[in-house]
C-alpha cells in the first residue's frame, strides 16, 4: 500500500484540508466530473445517505471536483450534504491521484475526471482503489471496505 499523495485545498464551510493532517483517522475521497450532473449527484447523495455508517467507522468522507468553492457551497446545501467538498480548479489532487482522463463527449476528446475512490487508511496508506466507477452501489461497496479495516 502506498502512502497517499499530500495536499492541501479549499472546502466547503470554510475549511482548508491538509490530507497529511487527517492521519489517525480513515478516510474516502472520492473525485466526481461535475456538480449537479445526473450521475455526480446520484453518486453524492448516495454518500451523504451512508454519512451515518461512515462517520461509525470512524471514516470521514470528501468529494473533489474541479468546480468552484461556491459551485460546491451551492450543491452542498441543495444536497443538504453532512460532509465536506473539495475545490480542485488547478488539478492538484486531480493530478497526485492520478483521475485525470481524455473522455469522449458527444465525438470530441476532453479531459476530464474519471469518476474515482479511494480509501485511505489511518496511517495515510491507499487501503483501496476504484476506477472508472458506476455509481449504482458504490457509496454501499466502499462502505463495507471501509467497515472491514
Not at 461512515?54 to 450534504?81: M, P, Q, T, Y
Not at 485525470?100 to 489511518?122: C, H, P, W
Request: a neutral charge.
Amino acid at each position: 500500500m502506498s502512502l497517499a499523495p499530500d495536499f492541501t485545498l479549499p472546502a466547503t464551510g470554510g475549511r482548508s484540508i491538509t490530507l497529511s493532517e487527517l492521519r489517525g483517522r480513515k478516510l474516502v475521497i472520492y473525485f466526481y466530473p461535475k456538480d449537479n450532473t445526473p450521475g455526480c449527484t446520484n453518486e453524492t447523495k448516495d454518500f451523504g445517505a451512508l454519512h451515518g455508517e461512515f462517520a461509525a467507522a470512524g471514516c470521514e468522507v470528501f468529494g473533489i471536483s474541479r468546480d468552484s468553492l461556491r459551485s460546491h457551497e451551492n450543491f452542498k446545501a441543495k444536497l443538504e450534504l453532512p460532509f465536506e467538498l473539495i475545490s480542485d480548479p488547478d488539478e492538484v489532487a486531480c493530478e497526485a491521484f492520478g483521475v485525470m482522463k481524455l473522455k469522449n463527449m458527444y465525438g470530441k476528446q476532453v479531459r476530464g475526471i474519471e469518476r474515482s475512490t479511494f480509501v485511505i487508511d489511518a496511517e495515510g496508506r491507499i487501503a483501496h482503489t476504484w476506477r472508472g466507477v458506476k455509481v449504482a452501489g458504490h457509496a454501499a461497496e466502499v462502505l463495507a471496505v471501509v467497515q472491514s479495516l
